[in-house]
């Protein structure tokens, strides 16, 4: 939790920040926000969030907030959306989880919603040759909400075919998802799995893993016996 806006107006005049917090209505020696409220910031990135200026603010319920006019949307761009809120006291929160990502097309138009692709993508080979993918997927930076996963592969060909998925699964929430394969033949395999949202709009990650399946059985062991000597 944070109390920044104490610098703002008290120690550095009527900063932007002070404004549009309120806090120069009292020289910044009180939080006028007794309701508290939803503070916008924006960044290229989650991890080039400008948490040092505010964009805009918000009343603690608002269902939306206005990006002002001045913050502009350059063409071919993505722009990352934080809000965070502040309670009675001024009192702001640390957290990522109310936050979007925007992308602007090379048109300067706003790029299609899509849900973030699915990360650290694992494998292991379980009975029967059989392949088992697992995955996580974290919502954080996501444009829209995923409603399933497809899995796609390559049967061997070393070009995965996007037209034809193997399995879909059903989004959960924020965790990890598996899918195991049929029975494989002995050889090198490629995998990809994509989110898809409820209008089916797919993530077009190019993301992949490549698998190598060894249908052999592993050498026998001997017995061994023991005598006194």
Not at 108 to 132: F, H, M, R, T, Y
Not at 145 to 165: H, L, M, N, R, S
Request: with cysteine; charged share 20%.
């Amino acid at each position: 939790m944070d109390t920044k806006w104490l610098k703002e107006a008290l120690f550095a005049g009527m900063t932007s920040n002070a404004f549009k917090l309120g806090t120069t209505l009292t020289l910044g020696w009180f939080w006028a926000r007794v309701a508290g409220c939803s503070v916008l910031y924006r960044g290229f990135s989650m991890e080039q969030i400008d948490f040092e200026n505010i964009l805009s603010v918000a009343e603690a319920d608002a269902a939306t907030v206005s990006v002002p006019n001045y913050a502009q949307h350059n063409n071919d761009t993505s722009y990352f959306y934080v809000i965070r809120r502040s309670n009675g006291c001024g009192v702001e929160e640390y957290t990522l989880n109310a936050s979007v990502r925007v992308s602007i097309d090379v048109n300067g138009e706003l790029a299609d919603s899509q849900p973030s692709k699915a990360c650290e993508i694992k494998w292991q080979q379980v009975d029967g040759n059989k392949i088992q993918i697992i995955w996580y997927y974290c919502p954080v930076e996501q444009q829209s909400a995923p409603a399933y996963f497809k899995v796609y592969y390559d049967a061997g060909t070393g070009q995965i075919d996007y037209e034809d998925f193997i399995a879909t699964i059903c989004y959960a929430g924020h965790r990890f998802y598996s899918h195991q394969s049929n029975t494989l033949g002995a050889g090198e395999y490629l995998f990809a799995v994509r989110a898809v949202d409820i209008a089916g709009t797919e993530n077009c990650s190019l993301a992949r893993i490549k698998v190598q399946l060894n249908a052999m059985s592993p050498d026998a062991v001997d017995i061994l016996s023991a005598e006194a000597v």
